[in-house]
């Protein structure tokens, strides 16, 4: 039985109990690329990158390290429609994805130290999917039927947009689309429904 709930903030949560021994955690931000204006190409993707860069109670290896040294994985993805954050982790702390994902959507920093070389890393990932033909037709193919916004530019952005992304812009994007009537977090595995949604 699929247990869903929405709360009066607008925020929405799902659980689906199982016997599997392992819990899967999704926090589905509803904002895509195809909700970017123009200029912000790509930022739904660089935010994807600094929310695991530290928030106001864990650094970035703290994020990383609670996760993988519980025995667990941590991943996201952006697409042209929503972004994703998904933590897998052993059922007994499952708390513990719970706390670290609601941490990163409510706390993250964007410090100075982490945004720059974060930019860089995302700049060298653009400048690689230029090197992929495969890539270069992909984007091609959707500029063609699209032309040059939402479905018609690349999700990662250009690198004119993510070299004028300021910290401070970032966070203003952040601040306006991660609230809780755009959230969505789905539980998967072996856990009680009212003690998730308690805990949710």
Not at 78 to 98: C, G, M, P, Q
Not at 139 to 166: D, E, H, M, W
Request: with cysteine; aromatic share 12%; proline share 4%.
């Amino acid at each position: 039985m699929i247990f869903e709930q929405t709360l009066p903030n607008g925020f929405e949560y799902v659980v689906c109990p199982t016997q599997s021994p392992v819990v899967a955690v999704y926090l589905w931000v509803d904002v895509g690329s195809i909700d970017e204006s123009h200029s912000e190409a790509g930022f739904c993707h660089f935010l994807e990158h600094m929310l695991f860069k530290g928030t106001k109670k864990r650094t970035t290896q703290e994020i990383a390290g609670t996760v993988e040294g519980s025995g667990g994985d941590l991943n996201a993805f952006t697409s042209f429609e929503y972004t994703v954050y998904h933590i897998t982790i052993a059922k007994d702390r499952w708390l513990t994805a719970n706390e670290i994902l609601s941490d990163m959507a409510e706390g993250s920093l964007f410090l100075k130290d982490e945004f720059d070389p974060e930019k860089a890393v995302i700049l060298e990932e653009i400048r690689r999917c230029e090197d992929s033909p495969e890539r270069q037709l992909y984007y091609g193919a959707y500029q063609q039927l699209y032309g040059n916004a939402g479905y018609g530019r690349p999700v990662i952005g250009f690198p004119r947009t993510v070299k004028a992304c300021s910290a401070l812009r970032l966070k203003q994007f952040w601040k306006h689309w991660y609230v809780p009537q755009l959230m969505t977090l789905v539980v998967c595995g072996d856990v009680d429904v009212a003690h998730a949604s308690q805990k949710i």
